[in-house]
């Protein structure tokens, strides 16, 4: 399996570069080109493509030949970069390629979540300031899914918690509304956010599928186990 992914060089998508190797599929990683050095540790077992993830040539030569991609959305400044990022992989991915974009609970696929009202809060002053100083616009990675939902691409669009760093605690745990009891905790190690993506690519029952995922060993998680047996999926 080739897989490219797009936003390689952060948090997320480095983990992701680890996982993918640890499969022995080829990697291509599109990360800035200010940022190629942070993948230093993979030379030699990646193909690095320099360029903005919303740049669609950058774009269209990542992804040639790719069964699979793994995008992280991100709404940096306010020039539509998450959703010139979503278009470009949506443009150029091959036909019936897997395609797995991460983001936050706070993007919605039926509007059927349920969030507390501390949530909507943190997220309308997140949204907010992140206008204000024009270094982040939350508003165009609604709009980056919203046409990744309405494509017609084998997409997944993974929801992660709060994250936090720490060693693996194995495969999250997912339902397809924030507000189900199992992810009451809303927390998720960083390095398993990503290997839920990893994972996505090889699961066609996430095929239009948008799972928000809590950690499996977090208290949610634990307790609807214990309810329901194991909680390898919502
Ligand atoms: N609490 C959370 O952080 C949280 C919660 C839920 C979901 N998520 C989701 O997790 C994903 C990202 O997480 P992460 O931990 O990997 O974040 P990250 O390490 O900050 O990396 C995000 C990406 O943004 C790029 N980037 C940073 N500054 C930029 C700029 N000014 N212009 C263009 N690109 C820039 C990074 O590239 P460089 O390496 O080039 O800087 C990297 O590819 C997103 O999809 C986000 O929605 C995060």
């Not at 200010?34 to 669609?56: C, E």
């Not at 278009?87 to 609970?105: E, I, K, T």
């Not at 609604?142 to 720490?166: N, P, Q």
């Amino acid at each position: 399996m080739k897989v490219c992914i797009v936003g390689a060089s952060g948090k997320l998508g480095k983990y992701m570069v680890k996982h993918a190797l640890d499969r022995d599929y080829e990697v291509a990683g599109v990360c800035r080109g200010q940022s190629v050095a942070k993948l230093d540790a993979f030379k030699g077992r990646i193909t690095v493509i320099p360029g903005a993830t919303n740049d669609s040539e950058v774009i269209r030569k990542a992804v040639a030949g790719c069964d699979g991609v793994l995008t992280v959305l991100v709404p940096w400044g306010v020039h539509g970069y998450s959703s010139g990022t979503a278009q470009a992989v949506l443009d150029h991915a091959s036909p019936g390629a897997r395609l797995v974009f991460s983001c936050g609970w706070h993007i919605t696929l039926d509007g059927q979540d349920a969030y507390s009202r501390k949530f909507k809060w943190t997220v309308g002053a997140a949204g907010w300031l992140g206008r204000l100083l024009r270094a982040v616009d939350i508003n165009d990675q609604v709009e980056a899914c919203r046409r990744v939902f309405a494509s017609d691409t084998r997409w997944t669009v993974v929801r992660g918690s709060d994250l936090e760093k720490g060693e693996s605690q194995g495969l999250p745990v997912w339902s397809p509304h924030v507000g189900d009891p199992i992810l009451k905790s809303n927390i998720t190690r960083r390095v398993d956010f990503a290997l839920f993506m990893v994972e996505a690519l090889e699961n066609d029952e996430l095929i239009h599928e948008a799972p928000a995922i809590v950690g499996c060993r977090t208290p949610s998680a634990v307790a609807h186990a214990a309810t329901v047996g194991p909680a390898t999926d919502h």
